[in-house]
């Protein structure tokens, strides 16, 4: 299958920056802010002596070659379908040539900056020095800003970090650089994909009157699976067996991003309430990167942590589950990200299949932020070229609203669920049929062009609509999302509690539980993986049910105009994408 140049697509032409030049060998690499996304406030000057740690990314290698490679590794049929890289066979594609390491170590030599290389191929050139010393170095003006999440007001402002509204570098080094953080690109905080709702366990369904067997999948579903949604509902809906999985090198990773945590005593509570026929003594390890931590005193838990391992866990049954914590609460989301990505890329035995909950509107950043999704998006181009299956939830905003810091109505997605190297999971909801949760986030991104695989479905789905939602999006863009699975009435137990969780932060794991459980069979049979999802999915709609009710409008923010927004329709769309989970028919697909 060709490759597709990743690029910033030019939907943004009138946020584009002007070129700001400071002396005849200066380059500006971005001028001012486009816009202050909202929740930042700029608060004032800092200390000169106030220390700044940067990191200079340098220009990959070979981006196109990887992804060509990639997707001739990932495509079902491929002469190389399953035939994975290694470290060392990602790093000529992925590493700097070393003209540009020579020519960036040399000029922060000129200016009494020492750097080390970092990264997992010394992609990068790390330094501290002073605020003085970054605005003499870059001739910027560092400012103080903080952040308070726009969508709630019980936040607490925080101290978030140092921006600058311009910054230089040399005009030789233009080749070679291909961002500089912390800079011009604002870096929220991260945010997770769901929604809670406390309810008294004596008020509930309980889960032991949900029948564990239904004769089919449509309409003979128990009445307590339309308003709870426990395992055995998910086991009955998609066909997931509940025997136990056999391969212990088969894993599937939790992603825990900024100090969300989850502790093994709600685990057990939860497996003795819906999976009584697993032991409750069944657990996870943890996996700690930069410095992440899981303690388990009782209110140390989150809901989204909690979500995340008791739908994986509890549904992959015995599959061995990692809880990779990364960070902590002062890192910012891209940060996350990447040192997540850098975790997988260079792990001797990474899990092979990875959820991830957490995610920011695209109408929530900024063009000066393309360069941070494009770094982020291409080291998980790098992951999943080891035959790591990434799957994001679509975000909770259903198809958009208004752009960051104006009035301009505009549908959009999420990130890090519009990076085409990643799968992307919406949501449904309802048992008899199926239909699109309206907050599932999907639609076409701004920022990220579509890829190849993708170029047949979504041709058809635009004949299909016509002239709906025509001028306010972008139809080049990476559509999303790929599939979907259950995502309200989602009961879990967190710090004792119980809980009904609501959003794409409950299909994510859903979805990568079933993939796990596919690779379990996998492995047993002598076979690969099935990697990176995105080419077998497109290659293989049979293989999921396809939604063909409900919309997602356009949900934020609360004060722009509703859209028209998506409607699930026949084949893919951008509510549903291919539609949920069918275990068996995924199994048949992935030839056993």
């Known amino acids: ?6 690029t910033v697509t030019s939907f943004f032409s009138l946020l584009s920056l002007q070129a700001l030049a400071r002396s005849s060998i200066l380059r500006t690499r971005a001028s001012t802010f486009d816009v202050t996304p909202p929740g930042f406030t700029q608060v004032g000057t800092p200390s000169s002596e106030t220390i700044i740690d940067i990191r200079i990314a340098l220009k990959a290698a070979d981006n196109e070659g990887l992804q060509s490679k990639l997707y001739e590794i990932s495509t079902p049929g491929s ?23 020579t020519a960036v170590t040399s000029w922060l030599q000129s200016q009494n900056v020492s750097a080390i290389s970092t990264g997992p191929f010394g992609e990068y050139l790390s330094f501290s020095i002073p605020v003085s010393k970054a605005n003499d170095l870059l001739s910027a003006e560092y400012t103080n800003f903080t952040y308070s999440s726009p969508s709630s007001s019980s936040q607490a402002i925080q101290t978030w970090g140092l921006y600058t509204s311009a910054y230089s570098i040399p005009t030789d080094l233009s080749e070679h650089i291909n ?20 309810y008294s366990k004596a008020g509930s369904p309980s889960q032991r009157a949900v029948s564990a067997k239904l004769a089919t999948r449509a309409n003979t579903a128990p009445t307590s699976c339309e308003t709870l949604v426990p395992p055995s509902c998910l086991q009955s809906l998609y066909g997931i067996p509940s025997t136990p999985a056999t391969q212990d090198s088969n894993v599937l990773g939790v992603s825990s991003l900024q100090s969300n945590w989850a502790l093994e ?4 509570s939860f497996l003795t309430e819906y999976r009584p026929d697993m032991s409750p003594n069944t657990t996870f390890t943890l996996v700690s990167v930069e410095n992440g931590t899981n303690p388990q005193e009782t209110g140390d838990a989150s809901y989204e942590a909690s979500l995340d391992i008791q739908y994986t866990v509890g549904l992959a049954t015995d599959v ?86 104006t009035n301009n109505l505009t549908l959009f997605t999420a990130f ?20 699109a949760s309206n907050f599932s986030g999907g639609g076409f991104s701004n920022y990220f062009s579509r890829p190849s695989y993708q170029d047949a479905v979504v041709s058809s789905y635009f004949s299909s609509i016509g ?50 459980l596919v690779n379990d069979k996998l492995v047993a049979a002598g076979k690969p993986v099935l990697g990176f999802l995105n080419p077998f999915i497109y290659s293989n709609p049979q293989a999921f049910f396809d939604i063909v ?27 549903t994408g291919f539609g949920t989970p069918n275990f068996d028919a995924i199994v048949n697909a992935a030839g056993l």
């Open 320 to 405: 061995p589950t990692a809880f990779i914590a990364v960070g902590n609460i002062d890192t910012d989301f891209f940060t996350s990200l990447t040192d997540l990505a850098e975790y997988l890329i260079t792990a001797d035995n990474p899990p092979q299949v990875v959820t991830t909950s957490y995610g920011v509107a695209e109408g929530f950043l900024t063009a000066s932020s393309a360069g941070l999704m494009e770094q982020a998006c291409n080291s998980f181009m790098q992951a999943t070229s080891r035959g790591i299956s990434l799957l994001f939830a679509s975000g909770d905003d259903g198809a958009g609203g208004c752009t960051a810091g």
């Open 467 to 516: 002239s709906a939602n025509e001028g306010l999006y972008n139809s080049s863009g990476r559509a999303v999302p790929d599939i979907a699975a259950q995502g309200e009435n989602i009961p879990i137990i967190s710090n004792g509690r119980q809980v009904l969780e609501l959003g794409t932060s409950a299909s994510s794991p859903i979805f990568a539980s079933v993939i796990s």
């Open 1 to 6: 299958m060709p490759g597709r140049k990743l």
């Open 79 to 101: 002469a190389s379908y399953g035939q994975y890289l290694t470290p060392d066979q990602i790093k000529p594609y992925a590493a700097p040539s070393s003209d540009s390491v």
């Open 549 to 575: 009710s409900g919309s997602t409008p356009g949900l934020i923010p609360a004060d722009c105009p509703d859209s028209v927004g998506w409607s699930a329709v026949e084949g893919w769309d951008p509510a």
């Open 265 to 268: 005593s709600d685990l057990e």
């Open 416 to 435: 890090p669920a519009a990076c085409p190297y990643v799968t992307a999971v919406g949501s449904v909801t309802g048992i008899g049929p199926e239909t």
């Open 179 to 198: 961002l500089i953080h912390p800079s011009t690109a604002f870096a929220p905080p991260v945010n997770r994909n769901g929604r809670t709702i406390l």
